[in-house]
């Protein structure tokens, strides 16, 4: 009995004999029964915290993996001094540590790939650095890839990027850790990885799409807040085109079209050259007043999805527009006396924090109904009550005071009426030296059926309106 106690105690008292080799057997056991204890969060995979997930997922494999490496160190140090010179402790020692090396690599494995699977979460990408994400991570949640992981489109498949995210990773925790981090965030990423590379696993511009009807409510900041309706018929395109032509997505992406430009602004917002290749042969637009000398010595970009659609998965809104939906869905009620005007002027307003915009919308906005409308206050409390509930979300969900992110900190280059958009190089004056201009023809886009008309009779022909409704 003596002697098979001896035989389990021997490798024991070998790692333990030197401070090192116990210190690494301390960890590795902490680990392993930390483990047994957050097991069932291991297999779920997620927590409800994301700072109690940065504990589970990253910081306990830490210790697990720094008790391992430290116990063969000071195994080598007992074998130093002799403690372990023993003829049979070192078979002894070999037996448990192939005994054990089993057990560790099941729960290394585990830690191993729960903790790369935790930092690809949205919740660690948006979430542990919560000050410096929290406007991507707001807008990220309200926008139509809310359920797609932030590494699928940053990162995407493969080793290679796996591992330049990491590394680039590793400098933004630096920058956090010293509060050196830029406020706002500056977009666009230069580093992104290409939109053909990510964005097309899952969308297809070369595909031809059908022409898209779009409906945008407007609403004036008259006593009646009346609405008017702007209808397009946007072409699409792609593939093989239609009978409008090769549409959006086929003049810019299609079949053997391929695009570069070149721009020093760190936020494209002004692009003074464009090639334009089409099948092989290239033309070159230069903007007016350009060089092209000069204009050649600027960094090179092909053109792809993110160019237009610069903000698909964190879109930030203005207060006109923001206010504008939220009275087409019904979530601020039109039939409140100058709402609209009211609405865009207090999330205008400059306030500190999130608290207190939330008590200066609400004060101000019941204030206005009991001072000018005393019998609208009385009798239509719920609809107040909604409307000032809607305003707070909007001006959450836009502005930011930690993070100096204010109304139109970030462009959102879709379209043309908030931003330069589609005007950037579709301004009429872009010309090559054969004399051609990139167009801008408002139907090679999009067919304007109704410009902020009250009532469109377009609306009621098509079944989406009551006639004199």
């Known amino acids: 009995m003596k002697q098979v106690l001896n035989r389990l105690l021997d490798p024991l008292a070998l790692m333990t004999s030197h401070w090192i080799g116990a210190l690494g057997v301390f960890l590795t056991t902490t680990g392993g029964i930390l483990w047994l204890f957050l097991l069932p969060t291991m297999l779920r995979g997620e927590s409800a915290n994301p700072y109690t997930g940065i504990l589970t997922f990253l910081i306990l494999p830490g210790v697990f993996f720094a008790g391992l490496a430290l116990i063969p160190i000071g195994w080598w140090f007992a074998r130093r001094s002799g403690a372990a010179r023993r003829p049979d402790a070192l078979r002894h020692f070999l037996i448990f540590l192939g005994v054990t090396t089993g057990a560790n690599l099941l729960i290394g494995s585990q830690f191993t790939y729960r903790a790369v699977r935790h930092m690809e979460s949205v919740q660690f990408c948006g979430q542990t650095c919560h000050t410096v994400m929290e406007p991507e991570f707001v807008a990220h949640q309200n926008s139509p890839h809310s359920r797609v992981s932030c590494t699928a489109c940053h990162i995407g498949e493969g080793a290679d990027w796996f591992v330049k995210s990491k590394l680039s990773g590793v400098r933004q925790v630096f920058a956090v850790v010293l509060n050196t981090y830029s406020k706002p965030i500056p977009t ?3 580093n ?25 409510a407007s609403f004036a900041d008259d006593e009646a807040n009346t609405r008017s309706d702007t209808v397009l018929l946007m072409h699409i395109g792609g593939g ?4 409008h032509g090769p549409g959006i997505h086929g003049a810019h ?46 960094p090179l970009r092909t053109m792809d999805c993110i160019d237009c659609h610069t903000r698909p998965s964190h879109t930030f809104e203005l ?30 307003a400059s306030y500190p924090n999130p608290a207190e915009a ?39 969900r ?5 993070m100096n992110v204010t109304w139109g900190a970030y462009p959102n280059q879709i379209g043309h009426t908030d931003f330069p958009g589609c005007f950037r190089c579709h301004d009429g004056e872009h010309a090559s030296q054969a004399g051609n201009t990139i167009q ?30």
């Open 319 to 348: 207060p006109e527009r923001a206010v504008n939906t939220a009275m087409d869905r019904g979530a601020i009620s039109p039939a409140l006396p100058f709402v609209k005007k009211q609405a865009v002027e207090l999330l205008k």
């Open 240 to 243: 093989e085109g239609s009978s």
């Open 253 to 298: 992406l299609g079949d053997g079209v391929v695009i570069h430009y070149r721009t020093g602004d760190e936020k494209r917002l002004s692009i003074p050259y464009v090639e334009v290749e089409k099948n092989g042969a290239k033309e070159v637009y230069l903007a007016s007043g350009a060089k092209r000398e000069e204009a050649e010595k600027l």
């Open 358 to 396: 939330e008590r200066q919308i609400t004060g101000r906005l019941k204030d206005f109904y009991k001072e000018k409308y005393p019998a609208i206050a009385a009798s239509k409390q719920t609809a107040i009550a909604q409307a000032t509930q809607s305003l707070t979300g909007i001006w959450k």
């Open 188 to 190: 666009p990423v230069h």
């Open 398 to 402: 836009n502005v930011f005071p930690a």
């Open 192 to 216: 992104l990885r290409p939109a053909r590379e990510t964005c097309e696993q899952c969308h297809w511009p070369q595909k031809y799409g059908a022409d898209r009807l779009r409906r945008i």
């Open 440 to 469: 801008q023809d408002c139907n090679a886009c999009h067919q304007l059926l109704a410009m902020e008309e009250v009532k469109p009779k377009i609306l009621s022909e098509l079944g989406l309106e009551e006639s004199g409704k």
